[in-house]
């Protein structure tokens, strides 16, 4: 299974701090900062693969990487239910200006397979902005009903409680009413956790795949139609 994913949300999150402890199993704020520099995350990535004696994987990522580099989408592998999955990751930044933005929000959109929408527990202001985003990829995204949108809500800074706006019922309501999958995390402290979040990703993105009706092409009009005459054939015996 290959599948794009677009990160968002607004600035200061914690989308790359999610990103980076996906890519690399560390906190961003331990590189200080160079951490977010995507030659570094590519080098580290590198090591990280050599580490594990996969030359080969770790050749291939490189350039997978490095072909994507201006636009700081990273291409990740892992198993999931016995399976390797490869996710190409877009860090999307966010602008304030969104008219100004729209045709690159389209171009997300539509090059996405699945999103993870991150806010900040401690940022209400964060928090609408991830329901508003909800309901624009969802009116972008008309090739699936709505509720098919493979799309993750993140809450970060969860190590920060004592600093919360925004509570884990509010987050966990948005998307019972918005159809998505619910996280609440702290890229800061759990490897695990972020983990889960792109592990329930892709178990959506499975289901969407699956409920997709595709077009019926000539193969499967004709294969249609036989199975109807071959029906009649039978029942007339
Ligand atoms: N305490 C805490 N800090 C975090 C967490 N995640 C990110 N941060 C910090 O929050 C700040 C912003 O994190 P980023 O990952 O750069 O956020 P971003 O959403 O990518 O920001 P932009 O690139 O501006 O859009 C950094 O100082 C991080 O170290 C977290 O889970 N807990």
């Known amino acids: ?14 989308k790359s701090a999610l990103t980076v402890r996906l890519l690399t199993r560390r906190f961003i704020g331990e590189y ?43 291409s990740h592998s892992f198993i999931v239910d016995g399976r390797a999955v490869t996710l190409n990751i877009w860090d999307s930044h966010y602008s304030q200006d969104f008219s100004a933005d729209s045709s690159l929000f389209e171009k997300k959109v539509r090059w996405a397979d ?7 527990i401690c940022d209400r202001a964060s928090f609408n902005t991830v329901s508003w985003l909800i309901q624009t990829i969802k ?25 919360r706006t925004v509570t884990s019922e509010e987050g966990r309501l948005l998307a019972l009413n918005t159809h ?3 996280y609440e995390v702290s890229a800061a402290e759990n490897y695990h956790s ?15 795949k699956l409920t997709t009706k595709k077009p019926l092409r000539l193969k499967g009009i004709v294969k249609s139609m036989s199975a109807v005459f071959a029906r009649r054939r039978t029942e007339s015996f």
């Open 32 to 74: 200080g900062d160079i951490g977010k520099c995507p030659l570094f995350i590519l080098f580290y990535l590198f090591i990280a693969n050599f580490n594990a004696l996969m030359p080969f994987l770790a050749i291939k990522h490189l350039l997978n990487s490095l072909l994507c580099l201006a636009e700081s989408i990273y």
């Open 194 to 208: 972020v983990l889960m979040v792109f592990h329930g990703l892709v178990d959506r993105l499975k289901d969407a």
């Open 139 to 163: 009116s972008n995204k008309d090739c699936l009903s709505t509720d098919k949108v493979p799309i993750v809500i993140v809450g970060n800074k969860r190590d920060l409680h004592h600093r």
């Open 1 to 14: 299974m290959d599948a794009n994913i677009v990160v968002m949300g607004m600035e200061s999150v914690g």
């Open 180 to 182: 998505c999958q619910f």
């Open 114 to 120: 699945g999103f993870v929408l991150v806010y900040s």
